[in-house]
């Protein structure tokens, strides 16, 4: 079985300030794991996603997540925070030959002027 | 990107009625389509997996005569509430699987918030 832990369901930044969204999963296959975000009103978006090959995964608008196994996790982090990444984001997990995504509970992230 | 619309945005109804829920790919043919269900600060729970052409598939606990679904066609998906009641009341998401680059990803619609009186 798999499982995904979002820590904080909510975040606050100041503007400019680095972003850490921290994600830990549960999987007894190799994970595939992912990162959405939600603006109001909108559709999940897919921000990055990881499969196989290189650990560290750069995604849109300027955010990364690296994967480590020895941690279980998959944390998402942008340099310096915009007003526009306000917004509620998701970590997922599933594995080869499934696309049932298990989802974490989002963290809803504030950026302060 | 790959655009994912859903139909109605909202909608209150009346126990015991039925509400049909519409997942449109806009720009993609997507043979596989998913719906899932959020209740408030909780998880998406994938609910079934809607397969073009055939029968849903239902996950552990999800009463398929209830939720029924159906995906006539490779660019439209519905889930009807049938009989629905307050404990229905939730954000329902649909997705749609889109091959790209030789992995397919799904993509996101924006979610219908269902209200049953």
């Known amino acids: 079985a798999q499982s995904v832990t979002q820590l904080g369901s909510h975040v606050s930044v100041s503007e400019g300030a680095l972003v850490l969204l921290r994600c830990n999963y549960s999987?007894?296959?190799?994970?595939?794991l992912f990162w959405y975000v939600q603006y109001p009103n909108q559709g999940l978006q897919l921000l990055l996603k990881?499969?196989?090959?290189?650990?560290l995964v750069k995604g849109i608008n300027g955010f990364e997540a690296e994967f480590k196994k020895s941690e279980t996790s998959f944390h998402l982090t942008k340099p310096s925070a915009h007003m526009s990444d306000a917004a509620e984001y998701f970590c997922?997990?599933?594995?080869?030959?499934?696309?049932?995504?298990?989802f974490g509970t989002g963290t809803r992230l504030k950026v302060l002027a | 990107g790959a655009v994912v619309s859903q139909h109605p945005s909202r909608v209150i109804c009346k126990s015991g009625t039925s509400v049909k829920i519409e997942c449109r790919s806009l720009d993609f043919q997507a043979t596989t389509m998913f719906w899932y269900r959020q209740f408030p600060k909780q998880s998406l729970m994938l609910m079934a997996t809607?397969?073009?052409?055939?029968?849903?598939?239902?996950e552990q606990g999800v009463e398929k005569d209830k939720f029924l679904i159906n995906h006539a066609s490779l660019t439209l998906s519905t889930l009807t509430v049938t009989s629905a009641h307050p404990e229905d009341s939730s954000f329902y998401i649909c997705s749609a699987l889109r091959p790209t680059g030789g992995e397919e990803t799904q993509y996101f619609g924006p979610g219908t918030r269902l209200l049953v009186l």
């Open positions: 990881y499969t196989t090959g290189a650990t």
């Open positions: 997922a997990v599933t594995h080869s030959g499934t696309y049932k995504y298990i």
């Open positions: 809607s397969n073009e052409g055939s029968k849903a598939t239902y």
């Open positions: 999987s007894s296959v190799p994970p595939y």
